[in-house]
């Protein structure tokens, strides 16, 4: 029987389904797939895979009452601690970093029964900030991942990345140029050319299976895909977290993003530290 190969996996939300870049046994091409469930992209990949990184919270914060949520403040405000050092440790590029949402703003957005009004009005409520357009529009994939490790799947092997994160880590400092841009994009390539698993016609050939399979997923999109698939390569002495201690939430699931690098990453001052 042929041994089915290790797969390094990278996901991001993208238009309403997922994106993935993935890596088979580190050597060969990266390839892209689309799902429009994460129970497909599971079936597909988690048995076989050593890690699937993923743009999406992984454990959330339930509300100010809540007597089991690590997340409070010293305003008195909910946020995870991942979040807060994410975007100070990206530094120019904070705001790409949007707080994670409470579970039944999260919820109630991704039953799409309400608008956008009374679901920011709600996670007030429930942590004393209001939520944003972009966390608003991936609740679904929020709710998809939370219900998935909750009902069998492995939080050891599908993990919570943040592009700007990974790419911060490979960089060795924070970038300067929004990944929207051309110089963007040169940036981000340049900060993954030196990693063992990329070549550099790793990206062209991407994006153009990418043109095959998908015409609706942004290109910016795929790029956070390909980061998170490299960061999914790392071995144990490279796989790093934020916080380095990350907590648990109320359903047991890790806070955290992880990123690779042999050192930890230390903030910078700014706007957003």
Known sequence: MAVEPTHYVGVDWSAGAWVTAVYSDRRDAPTVKIFDEIQELWDAYGDTSHRIVIDVPIGLCDSLDADECPCLEADGKLSRACDDLARRVVGEQYRSVFTAPARQATQLAARGETGYPEITEKNRELTGKGLSQQAASISRGIVEVEELLLNGGDEEVLVEGHPEVCFRAFNGEPL???????????????????????????????????????????????????????????????????????????KGLPMQMVYRSEEELHTVSGEGS
Request: glycine content about 6%; some cysteine; hydrophobic content about 40%.
């Open 176 to 250: 300067n140029h929004s990944k929207r841009t051309a110089p963007g994009v040169d940036e981000r390539l340049s900060a993954i050319t030196d990693v063992a698993e990329y070549d550099d016609c790793d990206w062209r050939a991407l994006a153009r299976a990418l043109g095959e399979v998908a015409h609706g997923v942004q290109l910016d999109d795929l790029l956070d895909a390909l980061v998170l698939a490299l960061t999914a390569c790392a071995d144990d002495t490279e796989l790093k977290t934020l916080p380095p201690c990350p907590p648990t939430d109320g």
